[in-house]
């Protein structure tokens, strides 16, 4: 199932996906070996001793003796790629010890969460725990009254000063929200600070983040008001964290997952892992979302055009789509998604799921035979009824994806984020072409 | 966001000069979200405007309308080759612009190119970015591999517009065209019809501005003849200093121009060609030169300069060497009725007179003459790489096999270099350099390792492979040619790989 350009998305950065390459080649390797479940091998390093390699061929999960922080490091891909290429070299043979247990031990972490929740719980119900989540509540209470103050004051007083403090004016109040134990809106405010203030009617882009962050906070402060789920929609926004043992308890939706986009975005000092899936039976999108620091290692290996047979869990939401994946899964066959053909009927999702929960951030649209176009040097896409909207991502991806269709009719994911459009995939019948890396 | 969108106008004013100085209204927000903001509870005039702002912009983007465009579609045109297989494609993505990773990817391309196959389309927009670096026949091969879509693509986007630059230029351009237009329409011309192009500089070329006269006689400078010679001698009268200057250069080109004899006629002049026996009775032919005044003034106005520049060399050796230069190499057969091993063999005896043998390397090149080129480089092993361009690859490998350790590396780096085709090298050469390698480990760069893994026949991956194992760790050169054996072996498993998969 998997192929050598899905093994070349697993590397971490080009440099590895390169010395991976270099790497696969036999007369690197000694005793090559496979089983049903894992392959392994031992390949000369620079040192005295080789490393010896393994990978768990159904989770797609590596391991190596070498002293690399990057994962998969070289020798994981190296020993895929010769598996993908030559098959053949390795000699089927049973798991050596210690590859087993190492198989073993992941099988048992798989089911450990559901076995560790009830511990969970009970500590949740202890009296330092509510202790401690009477006092954030205090905590993110205060938070949020200065932050209202703040924006009401910048208000005030007008925007016309803030191009000389471009870059910092926002810094003090993120950092306040920080303290405050509202990482949500200090991570929001720090998007404020990404405003380009040297740019044509800046003021209106500053004063649609700030404003959306206002009623954000209103919704908290009124929150008696709302639904206990849009209270957990906006409590998810201003920073509390569901449980990830919490969701995977929650209902399982089995389907046949298509990875239509895998995308990597620096956040602050941590990497945000974007997933995108679409379950073929209930016709539905999921979005994995995971967050590393440096070099810590991905949670699944999963790239686009890769289909896995799993059972998916969503976070309770109004309209749920952030989800975790419940391990084990197993890889099936690639399938093409349908999609819209109508923009109008693209924006009425929206416009539904606006009405539904105004501070949605990220909508996916499957939208079916859209064209690429560029009017002005700016890119657009086009349905069949000439209607265009405009694309917000970078040049290079837009050539990329132009030069995959010709120019003809095809497949695209669009996300929908704070009034922007981003093109995310596109496909056909054989193949999905994501438009990061 | 639109511009002229009377609430954003409102918003925008209120921002910018703050509540306190600007009392914001609703009467501009759209009818029906202005009746809701009407009934909106709120603390103060600072909470109301910023609602407000929110409940628009969350308007806006709920009810999204959409632009009609019916601009025509651009479509790529089919393509007629197929398209190279998945491995094949994945290969190329893994292999980057690095340095490293040049002759594997030149190879993967050579190895496209001559099987007929097409990259990926998606990989187009990459290999067209790299292409704009590369130099001919690179250029244009990667641009092959691209197929039709690769031209389509580099027709939409100035970057890459470079790449499909239009060869074929008519009548036409050369009288409204541009001066690029104007000049690639006399080269085209003077490739196709040199008599026609001769004569359409002849009677253009007075009207052209002096820069636009100058790069017209350049054009000549590759397909020049000896009926070209009235021309050229008429620009000699040009009042332009640069128009003057490239005709003399072009006219120095041309073994039977007047200035080309006359060049000749003073370094006859100025040397003395005699023939003694010495003890044993044997014949010793000597050139020497002599102190002479040279008068003839046209020679110095071609560009023949005064005043030496070297130290301790006199003006008129400093003549003789420039006159040397610019002289065919076949003159001195001719003038001396030795051979012109015996003339090159005169030369380097004398620390005088040796100047003179390394300034006929210039007029080999000049001249193009093969003979000189290989009399020269049979003198002087790898000393001049110039030469090299002059002599097949089995008379460079014998440069390289009779050069001196300081310029072996020169003549393999050369090598290495010189043919846009990657080749088998003759296994008995390629011995030989991976046994001074072993010597000399540190001579060549990593990618030039590279390179000629490439150039390695099959058997001598065994060769490589006892290399690695038969390693004495101790000595640092003997551990670095392992470690780089096992690069080249890396190397050729990879290129095996390539052709493996062009032939599935």
Redesign the interface.
């Known amino acids: 199932m998997i192929?050598?350009?899905h093994?070349?998305q697993l590397a971490p950065d080009?440099a590895s996906?390169?010395a991976g390459?270099?790497?696969a080649?036999?007369?690197?390797w000694k005793g090559l070996a496979k089983h049903t479940e894992a392959i392994w091998g031992y390949c000369?390093g620079?040192g005295k001793d080789p490393y010896f390699t393994r990978v768990d061929v159904q989770q797609w999960a590596f391991q190596c003796t070498c002293p690399s922080r990057k994962f998969p490091c070289k020798h994981g891909i190296a020993l895929i790629l010769l598996w993908v290429?030559q098959p053949n070299q390795f000699s089927s043979q049973e798991m050596p010890s210690v590859v087993s247990e190492w198989i073993q031990k992941r099988r048992q972490k798989e089911q450990a969460p559901a076995e560790k929740n009830p511990t969970e719980k009970s500590k949740n119900t202890s009296d330092a725990s509510t202790k401690r989540s009477e006092a954030r509540e205090r905590s993110v209470r205060d938070g949020i009254l200065e932050l209202r103050q703040w924006?009401?004051d910048l208000?005030?007083?007008?925007?016309?000063h803030l191009p000389s403090q471009a870059g910092s004016f926002h810094e003090n109040m993120a950092a306040r929200l920080v303290d405050a134990k509202a990482p949500g809106l200090a991570a929001m405010m720090r998007q404020v600070g990404e405003v380009n203030v040297f740019e044509d009617?800046w003021?209106?882009?500053?004063?649609?983040h700030?404003?959306?962050i206002?009623?954000i906070t209103?919704s908290f402060l009124k929150e008696d008001q709302q639904s206990p789920l849009f209270r957990q929609e906006v409590r998810q926004l201003i920073g509390w964290n569901t449980s990830k043992e919490d969701v995977l308890t929650g209902e399982a939706h089995r389907d046949e997952w298509l990875v239509m986009a895998r995308r990597m975005e620096e956040q602050q000092e941590m990497n945000a892992e974007y997933i995108w899936l679409y379950g073929r039976n209930k016709a539905r999108m999921a979005l994995v979302l995971n967050f590393y620091f440096g070099a810590q290692r991905p949670l699944h290996s999963l790239v686009p055009g890769m289909a896995i047979n799993a059972e998916l869990c969503y976070y309770s939401s109004l309209m749920p789509l952030r989800a975790l994946i419940k391990e084990p899964y197993t890889p099936t066959s690639f399938f093409s998604p349908a999609g819209l053909s109508d923009?109008?009927d693209a924006?009425g999702q929206?416009?539904q799921q606006?009405?539904v929960f105004?501070f949605t951030n990220r909508i996916p649209l499957l939208l079916k035979e859209v064209?690429l176009?560029?009017?002005q040097k700016k890119w657009?896409v086009?349905d069949a009824?000439?209607?265009?909207?405009p694309l917000c991502n970078d040049p290079?991806e837009c050539?990329?994806v132009?030069?995959?269709s010709?120019?003809?009719s095809m497949n695209a994911l669009v996300l929908f984020i704070q009034?922007q459009w981003r093109l995310e995939s596109v496909w056909n019948t054989s193949e999905i072409?994501s438009c990061w890396t | 966001m639109q511009t002229g969108n009377p609430t954003e106008e409102e918003i925008l004013k209120t921002v910018q000069l703050g509540t306190s100085r600007y009392l914001p209204s609703i009467d501009q927000y759209p009818g029906g979200l202005r009746a809701l903001l009407q009934q909106l509870p709120a603390d103060d005039r600072e909470d109301f405007f910023i609602k407000c702002c929110a409940s628009y912009f969350a308007y806006a983007e709920a009810g999204i309308t959409f632009s009609i465009s019916n601009e025509e579609p651009f479509m790529a045109p089919q393509e007629s080759k197929s398209y190279a297989s998945a491995s094949f494609s994945s290969l190329l993505s893994l292999l980057g612009n690095q340095q490293e990773e040049k002759p594997l990817l030149y190879f993967l391309i050579q190895t496209l190119h001559a099987s007929g196959q097409l990259a990926p389309p998606q990989q187009v927009p990459a290999l067209l970015s790299m292409a704009i670096m590369e130099r001919e026949p690179w250029r244009q091969r990667f641009l092959e591999v691209c197929g039709e879509r690769g031209k389509w693509l580099a027709s939409l986007n100035a970057e890459w517009s470079m790449l499909i630059r239009s060869e074929s230029v008519s009548e036409e351009d050369w009288k409204t065209g541009t001066k690029e237009q104007r000049l690639r329409f006399i080269k085209q011309l003077r490739e196709e019809k040199p008599d026609e192009a001769l004569q359409l500089l002849l009677t253009a070329f007075n009207t052209e501005p002096a820069a636009m006269r100058s790069e017209l006689l350049d054009v000549l400078s590759d397909t020049l003849r000896e009926s070209d010679i009235p021309f050229l001698e008429q620009q000699l009268q040009d009042k332009s200093v640069k128009v003057r200057d490239t005709a003399y250069a072009l006219l120095r080109m041309i073994p039977t121009s007047t200035l080309v004899k006359r060049y000749a006629e003073n370094l006859s002049q100025g040397l003395e060609f005699s023939e003694t026996r010495d003890l044993t009775l044997q014949k010793q032919k000597r050139i020497r030169i002599k102190s002479f005044e040279l008068q003839d003034e046209e020679v110095f106005r071609s560009g023949l300069q005064k005043i030496s520049s070297e130290k301790g060399k006199a003006d008129h050796v400093y003549w003789m060497e420039q006159l040397c230069c610019w002289v065919p190499p076949e003159w001195w057969e001719q003038h001396s009725s030795w051979s012109l091993e015996e003339v090159v063999q005169s030369l380097r005896k004398e620390k005088e007179t040796v100047g003179l043998a390394h300034a006929m390397v210039t007029a080999a090149v000049l001249f193009e003459s093969k003979h000189a080129a290989v009399v020269l480089s049979k003198a002087f092993p790898g000393k001049f790489p110039d030469l090299f361009d002059l002599l097949t690859l089995h008379e460079c490998f014998i440069q390289w096999r009779h050069a001196d350790e300081s310029n072996k590396r020169s003549v393999l780096v050369y090598l290495l270099q010189r043919d846009a085709d990657i080749q088998l090298w003759p296994a008995e050469l390629m011995q030989e350099v991976l046994a001074w390698l072993e010597k000399s480990p540190y001579s060549i760069s990593i990618a030039e390792y590279g390179m000629l893994a490439l150039r390695m026949p099959d058997h001598f991956y065994a060769y490589l492979q006892s290399k690695v194992q038969d390693t004495d760790m101790r000595r640092y050169e003997r551990a670095y040619f392992a470690t780089r054996a096992t690069q080249m072996m890396s190397v050729m498993e990879r290129k095996k790989q390539i052709q493996t998969i062009s032939n599935l």
């Open positions: 192929t050598e350009d093994v070349r080009a996906a390169k390459t270099a790497l080649v036999l007369s690197k000369q620079s290429r924006i009401a208000m005030r007083t007008g925007m016309m009617r003021p209106l882009q500053l004063s649609k700030l404003s959306k206002y009623l209103e923009l109008e924006a929206i416009a606006m009405a105004p064209q176009i560029r009017i657009h086009r009824g000439n209607r265009i909207l290079e050539w990329k132009l030069a995959w010709g120019g003809a009034g072409i």
